[in-house]
């Protein structure tokens, strides 16, 4: 552990993040990670982070009476390959706001959950996580929070902790989502098995299905049952907190009309920002390189043209089962009552 002075040192500043919280001591891992450091890296994970082991740990008791300066928080909560990554680095706006991209902190929660954490205790750690979070950067305004997809079966209690936040939740249409995996061929294919489980662990994979039936299932109607279960839950979200907090956006909506979509966003976290700072945005890097490459190809431009034209070759080789299975998965969400059409639309 560190001193009381070392504490306030680094509570009182954003560039130490909340990285880890480590259950076994009861304490959170504090990596120093300046804002530099948050563009470069695709996700604030321990792949992408360096010097994962050098963090300072403060208990969870002794942050008990501590009081950091915290700015408003916000989510973007979503369904994965959505493009929320290229939304969560367009949110890095200096004296507005800063986008956090999957911090592990919130999977910590997750993980804690399933391994049979007292509800009571998780509750107080999650709250903690979610003000250590919110210290801003600088002059920033305003926390931009995008969880990993693993933490949406959170989203409510944190909405809750937090009334005043707002949430936008961010999906692939089905038949893009399925090119997505596609793509990723057998890493895609081994992922969705891996989400399947997450949500039969969380209790919110949709019903319908023994186990013999899930296990007779091709890789991407895995895949649609995943996408079903999030998009389930993405509805359940909106009735229980409301549809004037929360929100939803398609990926293809996104790209084709970005700018309307941060103009919509701006209002929705009252960031108000003027024209000339949604352009600016815009013409950043966020819209203008790809999220996921690496440093050396970091600078490869990524829109929707390049998108549809990535989509289409995927479709390509895939198309006919992915259409097979776009139909199956609409038959699937009409047998149990999920709407595809959730509502509550941003734009």
Same mark, same amino acid.
């Given at each position: 552990?560190?001193?009381?002075?070392?504490?306030?040192?680094?509570?009182g500043?954003?560039?130490?993040?909340a990285?880890r919280?480590?259950?076994?001591?009861?304490?959170?891992?504090?990596?120093?990670v300046?804002?530099?450091?948050?563009?470069q890296?695709t996700?604030?994970?321990?792949e992408?982070?360096?010097?994962?082991?050098q963090?300072?740990?403060?208990?969870?008791s =002794?942050?008990?009476?501590?009081?950091?300066?915290?700015?408003?928080?916000?989510f973007?909560?979503?369904?994965?390959?959505c493009c929320?990554t290229?939304?969560?680095?367009?949110?890095?706006?200096?004296?507005?706001?800063?986008?956090?991209k999957e911090?592990?902190?919130?999977? =910590?929660?997750?993980?804690?959950?399933?391994?049979g954490?007292?509800p009571?205790?998780?509750?107080?750690?999650?709250e903690?996580?979610?003000?250590?979070?919110?210290?801003?950067?600088?002059?920033?305004?305003?926390?931009?929070?995008?969880?990993?997809n693993?933490?949406?079966?959170l +989203?409510?209690e944190?909405?809750?902790?937090r009334p005043?936040?707002?949430?936008?939740?961010?999906?692939?249409?089905?038949?893009?989502?399925?090119?997505?995996?596609?793509k990723?061929?057998?890493?895609?294919?081994?992922?969705?098995?891996?989400?399947l489980?997450?949500t039969?662990?969380?209790?919110?994979?949709?019903g319908?299905f023994?186990?013999?039936?899930?296990?007779?299932?091709?890789d991407?109607?895995?895949?649609?049952?995943?996408?079903?279960?999030?998009?389930?839950?993405?509805?359940?979200?909106i009735e229980?907190?409301?549809?004037?907090?929360?929100?939803?956006?398609?990926?293809?909506t996104?790209?084709?009309?970005?700018?309307a979509?941060?103009?919509?966003?701006?209002?929705?976290?009252?960031?108000?920002?003027n024209?000339?700072?949604?352009? +600016?945005?815009?013409?950043?890097?966020?819209?203008?390189?790809?999220?996921?490459? =690496?440093?050396a190809?970091?600078?490869?431009?990524?829109?929707a043209?390049?998108?549809?034209?990535?989509?289409?070759?995927? +479709?390509?080789?895939h198309?006919?089962?992915?259409?097979?299975?776009?139909?199956w998965?609409?038959?699937?969400?009409?047998?149990?009552?999920i709407?595809?059409?959730?509502?509550s639309k941003?734009?």
């Open positions: 552990m560190i001193s009381t002075v070392q504490q306030d040192e680094i509570l500043d954003a560039s130490y993040l990285h919280y480590d259950e076994a001591n009861d304490a959170f891992r504090f990596l120093s300046p804002r530099d450091v948050h563009r890296c996700f604030i994970t321990d992408h982070l360096p010097n994962i082991e963090f300072k740990a403060i208990s969870n =002794d942050l008990a009476g501590a009081s950091p300066a915290t700015a408003p928080v916000h973007i909560f979503h369904s994965a390959y929320s290229m939304l969560a680095r367009a949110f890095d706006i200096e004296g507005v706001s800063m986008g956090l911090p592990v902190v919130l999977n =910590d929660m997750i993980g804690w959950r399933r391994r954490a007292d009571v205790k998780q509750k107080q750690v999650m903690q996580s979610l003000t250590l979070l919110s210290r801003p950067f600088g002059e920033d305004r305003t926390v931009i929070i995008k969880p990993s693993i933490c949406n079966p +989203a409510i944190m909405l809750r902790m005043e936040a707002k949430a936008l939740l961010l999906y692939a249409p089905i038949e893009g989502f399925l090119k997505s995996i596609a990723k061929e057998m890493w895609g294919r081994i992922w969705v098995r891996d989400v489980i997450g039969l662990k969380d209790g919110y994979a949709i319908g023994s186990q013999d039936e899930l296990l007779q299932l091709t991407l109607q895995v895949a649609a049952i995943g996408w079903l279960s999030q998009h389930a839950l993405f509805a359940k979200i229980k907190i409301g549809p004037d907090r929360v929100k939803t956006l398609d990926s293809d996104f790209l084709a009309q970005s700018p979509t941060i103009a919509a966003l701006s209002d929705l976290y009252g960031l108000a920002m024209g000339s700072r949604i352009e +600016a945005v815009i013409q950043g890097p966020a819209f203008t390189s790809h999220s996921k490459l =690496d440093q190809k970091r600078g490869e431009i990524f829109d043209k390049t998108r549809e034209r990535e989509q289409q070759k995927v +479709a390509e080789v198309g006919a089962e992915i259409d097979m299975v776009a139909t998965t609409k038959a699937v969400a009409d047998s149990q009552g709407k595809l059409d959730i509502g941003l734009l």
